[in-house]
């Protein structure tokens, strides 16, 4: 069994490689953005890029953009991805909540849920003051988070089965479960992934990793929003433009500076 024994926001994160097998066919985010982008002139800055999933197609579109991540071996895989493709893009290895780019953006954007890796509401307004900051007066941000509905926090500590999938390295099946617990004071929500690879229909391997996921309810992201000088234009429940309701999963929110 392989177990990581360093509880850190990071740990699901250390293989790149995992992350895009089990990511990577999500795109309904990247073709929302690539509507804005055909609106948008100069440079697109993609915060907490990670292996550069949107990044990267935008760019093979034409665009120009810079992708802002702190975890160094996500962006590796990123410039190992990007490499051999004639593509303008910009890595760049920074503390989204730091942000200094040096550059005014008419889009920004933080998709796969990343905002809720921000966990303090001193992280999240350092992240909306670097936003603030780079976008241009007309500039739109654009961001998604998971919708704090019943089903999502009131979980119960059991092991819920998410996905199957074959792994590239050992052909191997691959069974990913979760176990979730939500600390309702401070809004986070901690989860262990675990991963148990199969062979002949035995449990040859193991791999467990956490992360920690900070929720905001939506007048409490309307507040922080405002106090950090953005406008929501619009707040959907999916990337197809869904008006958002009760039973919805996902916040997708446009902002322009206010």
């Not at 849920?113 to 936003?131: A, R």
């Not at 992934?193 to 990793?209: A, F, G």
């Amino acid at each position: 069994m392989t177990e990581k024994t360093t509880l850190s926001n990071f740990e699901e994160y250390e293989n790149p490689t995992i992350y895009d097998v089990e990511n990577n066919t999500y795109m309904d985010d990247v073709k929302f953005l690539e509507k804005w982008a055909a609106q948008t002139e100069g440079v697109i800055i993609d915060l907490a890029c990670g292996t550069g999933r949107a990044t990267i197609p935008l760019a093979a579109k034409g665009y120009r953009l810079i992708g802002v991540d702190v975890h160094q071996g996500m962006l590796q895989e990123a410039v190992k991805k990007s490499n051999d493709l004639d593509l303008q893009i910009e890595w760049v290895k920074q503390d989204c909540t730091r942000l200094k780019l040096n550059v005014k953006s008419n889009l920004i954007y933080c998709v796969g849920n990343s905002f809720q890796h921000f966990l303090t509401n001193e992280d999240q307004d350092n992240l909306l003051t670097g936003v603030y900051k780079h976008l241009s007066e007309d500039g739109v941000f654009i961001f998604g988070t998971r919708f704090p509905n019943e089903k999502e926090l009131l979980v119960e500590n059991e092991l819920e089965y998410w996905k199957t999938y074959i792994d590239d390295r050992s052909e191997n099946k691959v069974d990913v479960y979760t176990i979730s617990s939500y600390d309702s004071l401070k809004q986070v929500q901690h989860n262990t992934t675990i991963r148990k690879y199969i062979y002949n229909n035995d449990v040859v391997d193991e791999l467990k990793t956490n992360i920690s996921l900070r929720y905001v309810f939506p007048q409490e992201m309307e507040r922080t929003l405002t106090s950090n000088g953005l406008k929501i234009v619009n707040v959907f429940q999916d990337w197809n433009g869904t008006t958002i309701t009760n039973q919805s999963n996902q916040m997708i929110y446009i902002c322009k500076k206010g």
